[in-house]
């Protein structure tokens, strides 16, 4: 006889354990589960059926798989979960006894230390997939780095996530890895590339942040342990792989300043070699820079003096071959071009390093007061500028404090210009001569004055931009995510409105303009354009203003057409017919003015011919182009007959989502061609 084969032995029931169950197999409490939980990486899962998985007549709600639990047993921090248990156990008891000095000794000294190196080790064999796994721990991190201290969150916790968030940062700043950022509503957007992966993390607005009651801090304290230990082997494997010396030296006195940046000093050989490159490509671009604005003229007065030796008859021949200078090699990278319309559009490749460390590189920066000091320095750090300055009142670490430093290139300012109140001219007269300042509220001769979207713009785009169009008080450009990548028939607000325009949207947009003319004729009462046309002629117009062809329009038949578009031979046709009745309309009325004594004025009987021909030839267009939609639209419903129920539904959810989009983009374009036609 078979053996009898028991429920919950096979299947779904063995591959899937309830929570209630695995605290029981572990012998923890529930707070600790969750609490290893989150260090080994384990959450829970969704079965196909949930009352087969369940062995109990109640279907349970949190699963998790069996050979998950039975990977936690051989944890050894569920030792130290045991010894916590005990411990407390030992210092409620010494209290009850009113031992409290035992209870102080037992926490302080009894208290085992958990460590989670082995679990980093464990979970991310390779330094790429702790790389890979960073995006989570950076958001968090920085979110509690911005936290008020409560007693859910520690500042002990808040100063150690300051510090390793600042390390990180240091490390973008000196190999210039940061590539993008995006502001938004929830925070700053940045992304940094190490080691040929893409880290995308938010950090939030510096705001005052209300710590609310509806938030489980203790689950998201785990996640914090967790992330500042992972984060910690991150930041020692980034600076030793450069020749740094980690953990760097942080400066307390300058962090209670608000110096931030300034109180991490780097030490080892990759300062040196660090500041020996940057060097190279300050003078790089310091001479670009340069010769872009003043050896311009000699290389032009070159050129003009190589053509005057030539002769006459070698002017227009080539060149010789000592004048064609070869191409040097460049660090330029090629762009992938589109190359017609509908086409797949490649990721454009990425700027190096040293282009994207000599971007800010040869300018000087003042922050104003009332721009973000720590998003902007941090910035203009990583993408090459080094003097940085700022009112004191923001903190320590500035360039200088000196508005009216001349040194200074460029201000960022984010409020609208003011005029200077005072007249008079200050000069303040030291060693070096006299310093001409500017007025209070006003401007310094030779600066450029932008507002901080110029910067994020410049790192999206990997160039200079005109600062004119940043310039205070100004409407600023649409700021556009740089992650999100333009599709086919949706709307791009960079792009002119013509280039982006279907024919159907351009059709809108002309019947909209010929109703507001049309509108504005009606009002004027205007009857010469509802009673156009020869002598004689019987046209009228509708109560809504359209004019109806006459008796010209009947000579175009349809049945010289053939499906499809209207043919070119009978447009020509019907612009022959047209003019040859101009021709005549207009010779009988030159005979009937000669006759009257009266001059005949040209041009009228002209035009009203060759509307009313344009006319005609609109209106068999348009009958064409609804008899073909329509036939496209029979073909269509005759396919969808051929699909199945479930592959018919799907494709009526995908085509209402593009009718969506579709509807989206065209009311945005609409609403952007009004505010053109209104300017």
């Known amino acids: 006889m078979p053996r009898i084969k028991k429920k919950g032995t096979s299947g779904q029931a063995k591959n899937f354990i309830t929570r209630t169950q695995a605290v029981r197999k572990?012998?923890?409490?529930?707070?600790?589960?969750?609490?290893?939980c989150i260090y080994k990486g384990i959450y829970p899962r969704e079965p196909r059926n949930k009352k087969k998985a369940s062995k109990t007549s109640?279907?349970?709600?949190?699963?998790?798989?069996?050979?998950?639990?039975?990977?936690?047993?051989?944890?050894?921090?569920?030792?130290?979960f045991r010894h916590l248990k005990a411990l407390s156990k030992k210092i409620a008891r010494s209290l009850g006894r009113g031992e409290v000095g035992d209870a102080a000794r037992l926490e302080k000294t009894g208290k085992p230390r958990i460590s989670l190196d082995h679990i980093i080790k464990e979970r991310y064999p390779t330094f790429v997939d702790a790389l890979r796994d960073l995006d989570d721990a950076l958001s968090l991190l920085f979110l509690f780095a911005n936290l008020p201290s409560t007693s859910t969150v520690p500042p002990k916790t808040i100063s150690l996530c300051q510090r390793l968030c600042l390390e990180f940062q240091q490390y973008l700043i000196i190999t210039h890895s940061l590539r993008r950022s995006f502001i938004s509503i929830k925070g700053i957007y940045y992304q940094a590339t190490i080691q040929g992966q893409d880290i995308l993390w938010l950090v939030p607005h510096k705001f005052v942040q209300r710590v609310t009651g509806d938030v489980d801090f203790r689950i998201m304290g785990t996640f914090v342990e967790f992330y500042t230990t992972l984060l910690g082997f991150v930041n020692y494997r980034l600076y030793t792989s450069i020749g740094l010396v980690y953990p760097p030296r942080f400066d307390v006195n300058s962090d209670d300043k608000g110096g931030e940046l300034d109180a991490i000093t780097l030490e080892g050989d990759g300062v040196r070699n660090t500041a020996v490159l940057e060097a190279q490509i300050n003078g790089k671009a310091g001479a670009e820079h340069e010769e872009g604005q003043a050896g311009g003229d000699t290389a032009i007065q070159r050129r003009a003096d190589e053509i005057a030796r030539m002769t006459p008859g070698d002017a227009g021949a080539e060149e010789p071959d000592h004048l064609v200078e070869d191409e040097a090699p460049?660090?330029?990278?090629?762009?992938?071009?589109?190359?017609?319309?509908?086409?797949?559009?490649?990721?454009?490749?990425?700027?190096?390093?040293?282009?994207?460390?000599?971007?800010?590189?040869p300018y000087s920066f003042f922050l104003s007061r009332e721009t973000p000091r720590q998003p902007l320095e941090f910035i203009l750090r990583a993408f090459g500028c080094k003097r940085i300055s700022w009112d004191e009142v923001l903190g320590a670490g500035a360039f200088t404090n000196d508005e009216f430093d001349p040194s200074i290139t460029h201000q960022v300012v984010d409020?609208?210009?003011?005029?200077?109140?005072?007249?008079?001219?200050?000069?303040?007269?030291?060693?070096?001569?006299?310093?001409?300042?500017?007025?209070?509220?006003g401007r310094m001769p030779g600066r450029t004055y932008i507002q901080p979207q110029w910067?994020?713009?410049?790192?999206?785009?990997?160039?200079?931009?005109?600062?004119d169009l940043y310039a205070p008080g100004a409407t600023l450009p649409p700021?556009?995510?740089?992650?999100?990548?333009?599709?086919?028939?949706?709307?791009?607000?960079?792009?002119?409105l013509a280039d982006q325009e279907n024919s159907e949207d351009e059709e809108e947009g002309d019947s909209d303009e010929e109703g507001e003319e049309e509108g504005d004729g009606l009002i004027e009462g205007n009857d010469d354009q509802v009673h156009a046309g020869p002598k004689g002629d019987t046209d009228a117009a509708d109560d809504h203003g359209m004019n109806v062809a006459g008796a010209d329009s009947d000579d175009l038949s349809v049945s010289d057409e053939f499906d499809g578009f209207v043919s070119d031979e009978v447009k020509d046709g019907a612009m022959v017919e047209a003019e040859a009745a101009d021709d005549r309309t207009e010779h009988q009325g030159e005979l009937e003015a000669e006759a009257?004594?009266?001059?005949?004025?040209?041009?009228?009987?002209?035009?009203?011919?060759?509307?009313?021909?344009?006319?005609?030839?609109?209106?068999?267009?348009?009958?064409?182009?609804?008899?073909r939609r329509k036939e496209e639209e029979e073909e269509l419903e005759r396919r969808k007959m051929m699909m199945s129920k479930k592959k018919r539904k799907l494709y009526e959810k995908m085509a209402y989502s593009n009718k969506e989009k579709d509807d989206e983009a065209k009311k945005l374009r609409s609403k952007r061609r009004k505010l053109e036609s209104a300017q």
């Open 26 to 36: 572990l012998q923890i409490s529930l707070p600790d589960f969750r609490r290893l």
């Open 58 to 80: 109640t279907p349970s709600t949190t699963f998790y798989y069996t050979r998950d639990i039975q990977y936690l047993l051989h944890e050894p921090i569920l030792n130290k």
């Open 330 to 361: 460049t660090d330029t990278i090629d762009e992938f071009e589109v190359q017609g319309e509908g086409a797949d559009i490649l990721d454009q490749p990425r700027q190096s390093d040293s282009q994207a460390g000599s971007l800010f590189a």
């Open 415 to 441: 409020r609208p210009p003011r005029r200077p109140s005072v007249v008079s001219t200050n000069y303040d007269h030291d060693d070096s001569g006299v310093v001409l300042k500017a007025l209070t509220g």
């Open 455 to 467: 910067v994020w713009d410049c790192v999206n785009q990997g160039k200079l931009l005109r600062p």
């Open 479 to 496: 700021h556009l995510s740089p992650w999100v990548k333009p599709t086919k028939s949706a709307y791009d607000p960079t792009v002119p």
């Open 596 to 627: 009257a004594g009266i001059p005949y004025k040209t041009g009228s009987a002209s035009n009203s011919g060759l509307a009313k021909a344009r006319t005609s030839n609109s209106t068999v267009i348009a009958k064409k182009d609804a008899k």
